[in-house]
């Protein structure tokens, strides 16, 4: 008995000496001092023991399972220690490592610029408004004083739904659908997406931007609309800005223009930028044609209006001085990230 014990603790100590994990040392436990364990197994075997020899045996086995769990707690405690030190080890940062560069979103240069449109027309008491992509015949052209077999109808090249339904080709219709609410007085901008049926080139695309102004009030004239534009080309382009009003013409408004701004990279002397002009042309304005107010039921005795038109990429082409506007279309991050 005393030699099996002395076998029994011996191999216990020695397995527990070259233990790695705790899943092992665990094993060991189990197979010692479990239920169905060696030690277990000895202890129930006592009644096989002479009386006189139980109390030393018992005492042995005592001292044995003492050991064995002295043991176990030293070699369990030595194991997490191990343990923790290669967890510690391996979330060690080093922190003079370079970093690892996010790539951050960015506005687009068509963004920028409505974005600052936005600001100065804003700052002058303008609502921004919206309205349907996809638009009556009637507020597209109709109510703007475009009739049907009007040459101005072939000049917009559009893309028809139906019969009455439409693409819209420019952001004119939403004055009409302003004006019609009948809610005075009207100081908006409105802008948004167009659709023409035109080849991709360097300055054309099915697909662009227009912001639309509208004006109606009691007693606005024509020096309304210059002194507006004046001071959105200086707020827009920079203050020394010059603008011009060329005579044009429009069938929604009457007397209209197209407004030239001084070229910006030359000062007016003429260089690639303005093609030697000095002028860039940026919109087309005028005031509201009296038929176009009484056909959205607003009298023109009473009120007047002006109206303006700006090429949205037009304008972002301009000031970022990029010279073909399929760039801003395909979306190539290395060149969007330049804004
Ligand atoms: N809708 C015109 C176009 O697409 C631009 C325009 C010109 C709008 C004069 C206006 C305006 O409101 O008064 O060519």
Redesign the pocket.
Request: aromatic letters at 8%.
């Given at each position: 008995m005393k030699e099996k014990l002395q076998a029994i603790r011996e191999k216990a100590m020695e397995q527990m000496g070259k233990a790695t994990s705790l899943e092992h040392l665990n094993e060991i436990r189990v197979a010692v001092l479990g239920k169905k364990g060696e030690l277990t197994q000895v202890l129930k075997s006592m009644k096989d023991v002479a009386p006189e020899d139980r109390p030393k045996v018992g005492q042995m086995v005592n001292e044995a399972r003492q050991a064995i769990e002295e043991k176990l707690e030293a070699e369990t405690a030595a194991i997490r220690r191990r343990l923790r030190e290669e967890k510690m080890k391996a979330e060690v940062i080093d922190v003079t490592l370079p970093g690892t560069r996010n790539l951050q979103g960015h506005r687009h240069p068509n963004q920028i610029a409505l974005d600052d449109l936005e600001r100065v027309f804003i700052g002058m008491g303008y609502e921004v408004v919206e309205g349907p992509e996809v638009e009556y015949d009637h507020y597209n052209f109709e109510l703007?004083n475009i009739p049907a077999n009007h040459p101005a109808k072939d000049?917009?090249d559009t893309f028809y739904i139906t019969k009455e339904i439409l693409l819209r080709?420019?952001?004119?219709p939403v004055?009409a659908r302003v004006m019609e609410t009948g809610r005075m007085p009207i100081r908006i901008i409105a802008p948004g997406r167009?659709f023409r049926s035109d080849e991709v080139d360097a300055t054309h695309s099915p697909s662009f931007h227009?912001v639309?102004?509208?004006v109606v009030d009691r007693g606005i004239t024509f020096a309304d609309l210059k002194g507006t534009l004046e001071q959105f080309a200086k707020e827009f382009f920079g203050p020394d800005t010059k603008v011009k009003f060329r005579p044009?013409h429009?069938p929604?408004?009457e007397p209209?223009?197209?407004v030239d701004v001084s070229c910006f990279k030359c000062g007016g002397k003429g260089c690639r930028m303005c093609k030697g002009s000095g002028w860039i042309e940026i919109?087309?304005?005028?005031m509201?044609h009296p038929k176009v107010l009484r056909d959205c039921g607003i009298d023109p005795e009473v009120y007047q209006g002006?109206?303006?038109?700006?090429?949205l990429e037009r304008v972002a082409l301009l000031k970022y001085e990029i010279d073909d506007m399929r760039l801003l279309y395909e979306n190539d991050v290395r060149f969007l990230r330049q804004f």
């Amino acid at each position: 008995m005393k030699e099996k014990l002395q076998a029994i603790r011996e191999k216990a100590m020695e397995q527990m000496g070259k233990a790695t994990s705790l899943e092992h040392l665990n094993e060991i436990r189990v197979a010692v001092l479990g239920k169905k364990g060696e030690l277990t197994q000895v202890l129930k075997s006592m009644k096989d023991v002479a009386p006189e020899d139980r109390p030393k045996v018992g005492q042995m086995v005592n001292e044995a399972r003492q050991a064995i769990e002295e043991k176990l707690e030293a070699e369990t405690a030595a194991i997490r220690r191990r343990l923790r030190e290669e967890k510690m080890k391996a979330e060690v940062i080093d922190v003079t490592l370079p970093g690892t560069r996010n790539l951050q979103g960015h506005r687009h240069p068509n963004q920028i610029a409505l974005d600052d449109l936005e600001r100065v027309f804003i700052g002058m008491g303008y609502e921004v408004v919206e309205g349907p992509e996809v638009e009556y015949d009637h507020y597209n052209f109709e109510l703007l004083n475009i009739p049907a077999n009007h040459p101005a109808k072939d000049e917009q090249d559009t893309f028809y739904i139906t019969k009455e339904i439409l693409l819209r080709t420019q952001t004119s219709p939403v004055q009409a659908r302003v004006m019609e609410t009948g809610r005075m007085p009207i100081r908006i901008i409105a802008p948004g997406r167009v659709f023409r049926s035109d080849e991709v080139d360097a300055t054309h695309s099915p697909s662009f931007h227009q912001v639309e102004g509208l004006v109606v009030d009691r007693g606005i004239t024509f020096a309304d609309l210059k002194g507006t534009l004046e001071q959105f080309a200086k707020e827009f382009f920079g203050p020394d800005t010059k603008v011009k009003f060329r005579p044009h013409h429009f069938p929604f408004t009457e007397p209209s223009a197209e407004v030239d701004v001084s070229c910006f990279k030359c000062g007016g002397k003429g260089c690639r930028m303005c093609k030697g002009s000095g002028w860039i042309e940026i919109l087309g304005c005028g005031m509201v044609h009296p038929k176009v107010l009484r056909d959205c039921g607003i009298d023109p005795e009473v009120y007047q209006g002006f109206a303006f038109g700006i090429g949205l990429e037009r304008v972002a082409l301009l000031k970022y001085e990029i010279d073909d506007m399929r760039l801003l279309y395909e979306n190539d991050v290395r060149f969007l990230r330049q804004f």
